[in-house]
């Protein structure tokens, strides 16, 4: 079955400390990958997503990720926080099950930056 | 400027009530989608619909219905079927596949809450 799990569902970082947000995924063929953040009461918006080319992807607010095939993982990283960049943020994988562009998305992981 | 469009943003129902959430895009977007969204459950697809006059049910269909009667506009109504109708659902829009997909633009969500 196509997945995508986030292990962690809170992730405490100091605000000028390197923050990660895991991500794995399980799908049949060539994956595209996409990290959104949610704040609260509000939709979600996109930051990057991975769908060939380079293994790093930069995207929003100093977001990037890593792509590794090896470890079907999709890692959300920032140098350092910011006290702003507390909020939801969800993993998705296209489902590659059937024409559609359907995404499955992980269950979220809270970020939480102390000033 | 492009983008879609919930409403309303807070709604309450009544048991035993019908209910209709709005969600509206000028995008020109072929795809459009309902998630539910509760507490550290992620993003549970309800219905997609690719194209308009055409739909299918997601994961959690039980209780709601659609209907696309127009590429603008992706209505959801929760039915008095639904028993558990309290959370927070998001709307979403993409292009369809075979075309350059790059993830979803989401509404800003609607909470429904039973009283």
């Known amino acids: 079955a196509q997945s995508v799990a986030q292990p962690e569902d809170q992730v405490n970082v100091a605000e000028g400390n390197p923050l990660t947000v895991k991500c794995t995924y399980s799908v049949s063929g060539n994956p595209y990958l996409f990290w959104y953040v949610q704040y609260p009461n509000r939709g979600l918006q996109f930051l990057l997503k991975y769908i060939t080319g380079d293994n790093l992807v930069k995207g929003s607010y100093g977001f990037e990720a890593e792509f590794n095939k090896s470890q079907t993982s999709f890692h959300l990283k920032k140098p350092s926080a910011l006290v702003s960049d507390s909020a939801l943020y969800f993993c998705a994988v296209r489902d590659t099950g059937g024409a559609t562009n359907k995404l499955i998305f992980g269950t979220g992981t809270l970020l939480a930056v102390q000033p | 400027d492009g983008g879609i469009t919930q409403s309303p943003k807070y709604l309450f129902r009544k048991e035993g009530q019908n209910v209709t959430l709005s969600c509206e895009q000028n995008?020109?977007?072929?795809?459009m989608y309902w998630y539910r969204q509760d507490p550290g459950q992620g993003l549970r697809l309800i219905y997609y619909s690719q194209i308009v006059n055409d739909f299918q049910k997601g994961d959690i269909a039980e209780g709601y219905s659609v209907s696309r009667e127009k590429k603008e506009s992706f209505p959801l109504t929760v039915t008095s079927a639904q028993k558990n109708p309290t959370a927070f659902y998001l709307c979403?829009?993409?292009?369809?596949?075979?075309?350059?997909?790059?993830?979803?633009?989401f509404g800003s969500g609607t909470r429904l809450t039973v009283v």
């Open positions: 979403a829009s993409s292009l369809p596949p075979g075309t350059a997909f790059g993830g979803y633009t």
């Open positions: 995008l020109n977007h072929d795809a």
